[in-house]
């Protein structure tokens, strides 16, 4: 569905994504881990459009993408969830819901659709419902998470993108969340590609993952092997850390 | 929505039974110019309020409209009709063709860049004589007339220039409610939030960038045909910073206090001119204390206040 072909992405002079490629099928749940600065954020970015690509291909089912802007990546059927959540501060929950809903509103088919979608939201996160008309500013880090997250849904993208959702997060809604994500994939069949500081988490429900090292995928490969590699372990889990440097 | 209609519905029966509290006097002539101040401020508030671009040249756009139009009808003969929307037009085109750049800038930089625009155009008025006639200005506009009645009253005038500022907070009021508002305010937050919900945010700020600038050229035409007169001193940087604080005193992001903004710095020199040479001093006493005290402005001030007062008299308390 989503194919990154050598992708090179720099920020003035820094280099911060070298010859990355990777790839996800329909429906897969496909992680990113990395520490901080390996260019998790960069490559989602780079998909979006945010971050154009210096070099390297980008499709999306078979159609190149990687000189759009955002907004037709956007209509294209990828959305993303941004670091930091980034929701409207001023805004209200229902006005940021319908902000992501933006290149719908052609029609009023499109407006009794998008209504009927912000209710499905709501059914996935009712603790949203509960605020629909509270500012989003005035809202708790978690709230703030699934607004987001209920927002980039509101654009019915076949390839949702997040980046870090459980940032700052009380474990307690790290886990609703995650467990929202695995009925996403079961009921809608969306594919998405997360990335994640908690890489315990993040493989736990992730089909197959890719380790980043400053720019450069250093391993990739199902989740479930990911989880039992010496080298995540130690890097990335905190397990097994004693055998690792008494060998 | 109802609620909305309501009190636009409201505004305007009071808009227009105003003058039969003037008895044609001299604050008719004021509010004319109250009208006026409505539109430049709504067109500065929908873009530093909702969109949250600053611009310090809007002035200039203003003269833009009232020079363009003073031209063609004054010079070359031109119906006012024609000659309005003709300015409108012009000013759109240059207001895209400056937007796309200037508007690359944020916060300070986007300042600058658009003080320096408004210096410019009023560099322009000064120096082209031949057209604007310099510094001793433009005479012999014409008034405006519609069927064969010719605006050439306050009364008149009053009600001509009150209809196109109630034109303008309606539509205002429709688009700040609009998905178009909406993205404006995001953009306003996060623009790369914005951009990932697939707002062009680079082109939707060069619009209302537009959109601003033909309010105000359109006003400023209104202006040049009341007047009948044009001076360039009246399109300078002073006036850009006075359209500016009429939107931050009013309220930013509000309609109704754009009017209510325009309306206090317009009346309020007048009211002043009492206290003789201290009413300069008093005016900006009166704007710093306003600044502390109701940092929403004015629209969100006077409600607080007035809840403040009432529990006050109910015994101190709040409950």
């Keep these: ?25 329909q429906g897969e749940i496909v992680t990113l881990i990395g520490a901080n600065g390996a260019g998790k954020t960069t490559i989602l970015n780079t998909i979006s459009g945010v971050t154009p690509a210096s070099s390297g291909d980008i499709l999306f089912n078979k159609q190149p993408v990687q000189s ?16 930091g959540r980034q929701v409207f501060k001023p805004l209200s929950v229902e006005d940021n819901l319908q902000m992501g809903a933006y290149l719908r509103y052609r ?111 250093i391993l990739e490969g199902a989740a479930a092997e990911l989880m039992e590699n010496a080298e995540v372990k130690r890097a990335y889990l905190g397990k097994d850390k004693k055998e690792i440097w008494e060998r | 929505m109802q609620r909305e209609r309501i009190k636009f519905l409201i505004f305007a029966v009071l808009v227009f039974s105003a003058p039969l509290l003037f008895n044609g006097g001299y604050l008719m002539n004021v509010f004319v110019f109250v009208g006026i101040h409505t539109m430049l401020a709504i067109a500065l508030n929908l873009l530093l309020g909702y969109a949250g671009q600053i611009s310090l040249g809007h002035a200039g756009f203003f003269g833009l409209g009232a020079y363009a139009s003073g031209i063609l009808t004054a010079t070359f003969g031109w119906n006012p009709w024609l000659a309005m929307p003709v300015s409108a037009l012009a000013v ?14 944020k916060g300070h930089y986007l300042a600058m860049a658009t003080l320096g625009m408004g210096i410019i155009i009023y560099i322009v008025f000064n120096e082209t004589i031949d057209y604007t006639g310099g510094p001793s200005g433009l005479s012999g506009i014409p008034n405006m007339s519609l069927g064969g009645v010719s605006f050439d009253s306050d009364i008149k005038n009053y009600y001509l220039i009150w209809t196109c500022t109630l034109l303008t907070v ?33 082109l939707l700020k060069v ?31 002073n ?30 020199p007048e009211f002043l001119r009492a206290a003789h040479d201290y009413d300069i001093v008093i005016y900006g006493g009166l704007l710093m204390v ?30």
Excluded: W
């Design chain 2, 92 to 105: 759109a085109a240059l207001a895209y063709l400056i937007g796309f750049p200037i508007l690359k800038l």
């Design chain 1, 107 to 217: 029609s009023r088919e499109a407006r009794a659709d998008i209504h009927k979608d912000m209710e499905n939201v709501f059914a996935l996160f009712p603790r949203l419902e509960e605020r629909r008309s509270q500012l989003a500013g005035t809202m708790s880090g978690g709230e703030q998470q699934m607004l987001a997250i209920g927002r980039a849904l509101m654009a019915k993208p076949k390839l949702l993108l997040l980046d870090e959702p459980s940032m700052g997060l009380a474990p307690l809604v790290v886990q609703e969340i995650f467990r929202v994500l695995d009925q996403l994939r079961r009921d809608n069949g969306t594919t998405i590609l997360l990335v994640e500081q908690n890489a315990k988490a993040a493989l736990k429900l992730a089909d197959r993952g890719y380790v980043l090292e400053t720019g450069k995928v």
């Design chain 2, 207 to 237: 619009q209302i960038f537009a959109l601003s600038a033909v309010i105000c050229s359109l006003a400023g035409s209104l202006y040049a045909h009341t007047m009948t007169f044009l001076a360039p001193s009246s399109f300078g940087f």
């Design chain 1, 68 to 83: 759009l802007p955002p907004d037709r990546i956007v209509k294209l059927g990828i959305s993303q969830v941004p670091e």
């Design chain 2, 290 to 319: 306003m600044t502390i005290f109701m940092p929403g402005g004015l629209v969100r001030g006077i409600p607080a206040l007035v809840r403040a007062l009432t529990s006050g008299k109910r015994g101190g308390g709040n409950a």
């Design chain 1, 1 to 25: 569905m989503l194919r990154l072909k050598n992708i090179n992405t720099s920020y003035g002079k820094v280099h911060a994504l070298k010859n990355v490629s990777l790839h996800l099928e």
């Design chain 2, 239 to 268: 006036f850009s910073v006075e359209l500016l604080t009429m939107v931050v005193i009013g309220g930013l992001g509000s309609i109704y206090g754009s009017f209510l903004g325009a309306a206090l710095l317009t009346l309020l």
């Design chain 2, 170 to 202: 309606l539509l205002s009021l429709n688009l700040a409610d609009s998905r178009i508002g909406r993205a404006l305010r995001a953009v306003h937050d996060s623009e790369v939030a914005a951009r990932v919900m697939g707002v062009n945010a680079r």
